[in-house]
Structures are given as structure tokens and as C-alpha cells.
């Protein structure tokens, strides 16, 4: 039975779906019965026409809607996960955290500034400024965003603007505030050049000074009493040379410095080995020490010494350390520079002299800037106060450190360890 009334209603909407073409296929029969035709063809032409159109597709078929699915629950791991992706396009250091202050996730720019923090561990694991913590509890509390001013210390001197806002993700049903965007904006080129530019000032002014004063006398002295003096003038011109040559110095090492202290951060990535770059600094250095009557001694193992780092500052750091012990510890005769590399040891490289020593209570200040043990002989040395301190900066570069030990009476040991 409802195999027939299931057969009915499909036929009555199969005529409904076709009553146009069945009127006018009856239309065109009355008509021609009218006009004479024979009845017996006249009803098999219609009955032809009523099949054809009861079993042929429709023109038009009704498409119906489908029902609209349920939506699915985002997963909160997965768009975090999501979140993350776009934050690894970025060059600033961005964490993500959840209402325990516990790290969820975070960029490649946030691992190469501060290491890999552990994932789900408390953002003190890392990270342990207490200001940035205390930030991050009070955010947390109010859902508030709000950022303070960071400094770290170490491997180099950086200054971040540390910003922390909640997210909003109304993809997930979950409660607002339950994540947190941890920013870390870099402001240290900012800063140094702000104490650069006054270090600058302070620095030059206070060095050249001296010499500036010492130009202006003689030449005021050649313009008056030694007008006509050419023996005066000839050694007053000699010593005028020797304070612009030294100002040039002061300048170029002034600018040197600057500049290293722009990249301090940017640890070195090239390979460079320090047997044949000591032997070049060693040949440089030959007319130096024959002027000073002192041998430079070089002990260096067989094979490769490979160490990361850049080559020019790597010459820069040895030829001033070298010239150092050739100028301040030439009474010794001797310059040791010795480069060792145990197995499951740091690389060293010690340059030693045998020269009066330095007393003590300066060792700590010698790589701070314009510091001279003795300030005549190092004038006299055509020292400018800056090298140690150029040393220091490029050894921070190259998160290396430098090793001073000396004894009064036995000389100095510098040594360079990576």
C-alpha cells in the first residue's frame, strides 16, 4: 500500500512538473480532431507526446538546500598553533602565554635573542627580570596591556621595549584574557647611539684638548718669536706633526669603537683559523719590534685552530694586544705568543711579555676607554687610551673573553680564550 501511494505522489508531481506540455499536447489534439483528422491517429499522437513527457528528465529540477552542518568546535591548540606561524615571519622577539604566566609558544626571533624557552614552565624559567614578571602579573590580574623599558646584560648590552596585551580568539569558547602576546622591541641601536654621540662629545673634547693647545702655542710661537728662527720652525713643525698624526689616531679609533659597539650583538658565523692570521699579525708587527729591539716568539700547534669570528677584527684584537707587549714590556726583549687548543678546552691565545708588570689596582680599569696606567709613557708610546677598549668590544662580539695577569717586576699575560 505505501508502494502505491508512494508511485501516486510521485506522479501527481510529475504532472504538476509537466501540465504545460500535457494542455498544449491535448490543445493540439482537440484541434486537429476538429479539422477531421482520424480519430485513431490523433490519440496515439497524444498518447506518444503524454509518455515522452512523463518519462524524460525535467528542464528545471528543484535543488534542494542542504541542511546547514553544525559548526565544530575550534581546537585551542590548533589555532594557537596557527597563531604561531604568522608570529615566526617576524624578527621581534614575541612569547606567547596563558593565565599561569607559562610559555605556549614562541618565534625563532624570541629563541635566537634569549634561547628556547620550555614550553608550559612558568616564563621565570627564561626570563628573570623582575619588573617583566611583576608586568606580567599585573596584566594577568587586569587584562590591561602595558610595557616597560628592559635591559640585558648579557652575552651583550641590548634594550628592549617589553610589551604584554591579551589576545582575543573568538573562534574558541573560552573566556576572554586566557592568552597573552609577550613583545620584545628592539630600542638598543637607539640608546647607543644617544650615549655615543655624548660619549663622542665628552671623549674628543677632553683628548684633543691637549694637542689643540699644543698646535695653537707653536704656531702662535712661529708667527712671533721664532719668525725668523728655521732651526725653531723645523722642530716646532715636527712636533705639530706628531700631535695631528696622534688626533687622527684618536679619531679614527673613536669611530672604530662606534661602530663595533652598533654590531656588539651580532655574534660573528664564519669560521676563521688563527694559525696562519697569527703569523700574518707576527709579520706585520717584525718592523715594530726590530725598531724596538724585542722578538716576537710564536708557538702554534700543528693543523687547523678554527674559532667563529670575524678575520679583519681578529687581526685588529692581536696586533694591538702584540704591539702593546712589544711597546710596554720591550725591557723583557721578548714577546710569547702562544696559541693552544686541548681537546674539551676553550681556545686560547696568550701573549706574554716580561716587561715591569702592571700593579693591581689598575688591572680591573685597563679596557675601560681614555684609561692609561701611566699617562706620559703612554703618550709618549703614541697611545690613544682606546685600543684595550676596542679589544674589549670586539672579544664581546665574538662572546670571547679577555684574561689579564700581570706582576709587578715579571710581566703580563694577556690572554684571548673563545
Not at 685597563?366 to 706620559?376: G, I
Request: net charge negative; glycine share 6%.
Amino acid at each position: 500500500m505505501q508502494d502505491e501511494w508512494s508511485f501516486l505522489r510521485k506522479l501527481a508531481t510529475r504532472l504538476r512538473q509537466e501540465a504545460a506540455i500535457l494542455i498544449l499536447a491535448t490543445l493540439i489534439a482537440g484541434l486537429a480532431l476538429i479539422e477531421g483528422i482520424n480519430t485513431a491517429v490523433v490519440f496515439w499522437i497524444w498518447m506518444i507526446a503524454v509518455i515522452v513527457a512523463l518519462t524524460r528528465a525535467p528542464l528545471i529540477e528543484k535543488v534542494e538546500p542542504p541542511s546547514p552542518a553544525d559548526p565544530s568546535p575550534t581546537d585551542p591548540e590548533a589555532l594557537l598553533r596557527t597563531v604561531s606561524a604568522g608570529l615566526s615571519a617576524l624578527d621581534m622577539p614575541v612569547l606567547i602565554v596563558d593565565r599561569e604566566a607559562s610559555v605556549v609558544a614562541q618565534n625563532p626571533a624570541a629563541e635566537k635573542a634569549f634561547g628556547a624557552f620550555p614550553l608550559n614552565a612558568h616564563i621565570s624559567a627564561k626570563l628573570r627580570s623582575p619588573g617583566v614578571l611583576d608586568m606580567v602579573r599585573e596584566t594577568i590580574a587586569t587584562n590591561a596591556p602595558n610595557q616597560i623599558e628592559h635591559s640585558e646584560r648579557l652575552p651583550s648590552e641590548r634594550v628592549y621595549v617589553v610589551r604584554i596585551a591579551p589576545i582575543d580568539l573568538p573562534e574558541v569558547e573560552i573566556e576572554p584574557g586566557a592568552f597573552f602576546v609577550l613583545s620584545f622591541r628592539d630600542i638598543s641601536e637607539l640608546r647607543h647611539i644617544d650615549r655615543m654621540r655624548s660619549d663622542f662629545v665628552a671623549n674628543a673634547s677632553h683628548e684633543l684638548r691637549t694637542p689643540l693647545a699644543s698646535l695653537r702655542g707653536f704656531i702662535e710661537t712661529i708667527q712671533g718669536p721664532a719668525k725668523a728662527d728655521l732651526k725653531a720652525q723645523q722642530r716646532f713643525l715636527g712636533i705639530m706633526f706628531d700631535q695631528t698624526t696622534r688626533m687622527s689616531r684618536l679619531v679614527d679609533d673613536l669611530l672604530s669603537l662606534s661602530r663595533l659597539e652598533l654590531k656588539s650583538h651580532i655574534a660573528p658565523d664564519q669560521k676563521v683559523d688563527l694559525v696562519p692570521l697569527l703569523g700574518h699579525v707576527r709579520d706585520a708587527l717584525l718592523p715594530l719590534a726590530g725598531d724596538l729591539d724585542v722578538t716576537i716568539n710564536l708557538h702554534l700547534p700543528p693543523g687547523k685552530v678554527e674559532v667563529l669570528g670575524d678575520r679583519d677584527e681578529l687581526v685588529q684584537v692581536f696586533e694591538n694586544l702584540i704591539e702593546n707587549a712589544c711597546k710596554y714590556g720591550q725591557e723583557g726583549k721578548v714577546v710569547e705568543v702562544s696559541l693552544l687548543n686541548e681537546p674539551g678546552q676553550a681556545v686560547e691565545v696568550i701573549v706574554s711579555d716580561s716587561g715591569p708588570g702592571i700593579p693591581a689596582e689598575h688591572v680591573p680599569r685597563l679596557t675601560e676607554r681614555f684609561y692609561r696606567v701611566n699617562v706620559e709613557d703612554s703618550r709618549s708610546k703614541k697611545g690613544t687610551g682606546l685600543g684595550l677598549a676596542i679589544v674589549k668590544h670586539i672579544l664581546t662580539r665574538h662572546r670571547a673573553r679577555l684574561i689579564v695577569k700581570s706582576e709587578v717586576g715579571k710581566g703580563t699575560d694577556f690572554t684571548v680564550r673563545f
